[in-house]
């Protein structure tokens, strides 16, 4: 019953996150230089990231994941499929959406009310960065992985390319700030530089930070050193 | 069964705002002087305060709240009493404390995330600006209650006295900001100054911006203009 519960919150959570990602600043398309590009803020709910190995268990042997909808940043896209997460004293969460493409290790990015619904401490990593996580275990509907690590409070993060960088004169791992204007507003201090020539410029927050900001009813953002 | 989980996962969060409200920055006691007293923040798990005609419908005509736990500020307290809200669409959150005194008018504090579970669009207010909210269906075990309005997500405030006032060079109604150093950093740019003579100096936020900031491993705070 706990799953129902998760799963109706998590869906207009979504809901207000993509009314939220609709909100752009500024002009400029893809030929557009950094400082005219859009800056698009998006909130990322609860998700997993799957190895092969972890995928061929979960969903059975040879399994492929069926993108559903493809995410801002290229390549990346939400699954069709989800799993069940159970924390350590038998707490749920529910249809935790698989996110594309398969990663060398599984991952799981709560926001930190997640993460209390589950009964799992998650320490607030960047995406990758997971030695010495917690682990938990993950439900699929054709068998069950005991992740012995991977569980995390993603870091607000910023993707962006080279010469975005460039324009921002930030190197990687750099730490930046982002203003959100509107009826609460917030300065995320600790926003992680991500850069990757395939990326677009994107910052990522959890459904905490956004609920935090009041991110549906936000009126600007501000991207700087 | 989604009160039953509502109700897990708010205790949890309690517990860990409860460890949060340990921290404490500078010295100070009762006879410091502004500059010297301690800077204590709170997270404010969803509440809901009863005028004495609502708490009769609910509780019973000339039931008494009981208090449990007093609140920092003095004369606050929670309650024993607990009620169950139900939104529009059915959807509940149970067991949401209520907290004394008393006030002339119902009101309910929630935070967006608890919002989205009700299914009501809180926006964001000072707690007592409830002009053109929504309201919500509060139940009691022994009646229910249909708010009209008071259905808020309290935007975060700052208590404090005048001489505390004067010492940062505030007023009523000013807004402050107050940075949360450690594993999230932010800076929350609203804080609403509320000021009375029987306040003790105090910031108010609640439990979405506690996880935001990762409330539970903050390591420092800073109260400014």
Do not use: W
Request: glycine share 10%; charged share 25%.
């Amino acid at each position: 019953m706990a799953v129902d519960t998760a799963t109706i919150s998590r869906a207009l959570v979504e809901q207000i996150v993509r009314e939220a990602v609709a909100k752009r600043l500024g002009a400029g398309g893809p030929t557009a230089s950094a400082s005219e590009r859009k800056l698009v803020v998006h909130a990322s709910a609860r998700h997993v990231h799957l190895s092969r190995q972890d995928l061929d268990v979960l969903f059975g042997a040879g399994h492929e994941l069926t993108p559903d909808k493809d995410l801002y940043q290229e390549g990346n896209y939400a699954a069709a499929e989800t799993v069940m997460l159970v924390g350590p004293r038998r707490r749920t969460l529910g249809s935790v959406r698989v996110l594309g493409p398969l990663r060398k290790e599984s991952q799981v990015e709560l926001a930190i009310t997640d993460a209390i619904q589950l009964g799992i401490d998650a320490p607030v990593r960047l995406s990758g960065d997971i030695e010495g996580t917690p682990g938990v275990v993950v439900i699929g509907p054709a068998g069950i992985v005991e992740l012995r690590r991977g569980v995390i409070r993603a870091a607000i993060h910023a993707h962006m390319n080279p010469a975005e960088a460039a324009h921002y004169g930030v190197k990687q791992g750099d730490r930046m700030k982002l203003r959100v204007a509107g009826a609460a507003p917030v300065v995320f201090e600790g926003v992680q530089v991500r850069i990757d020539p395939s990326s677009r410029l994107n910052v990522h927050m959890d459904t905490d930070e956004a609920n935090a900001c009041a991110l549906h009813l936000a009126t600007g953002f501000e991207l700087f050193k």
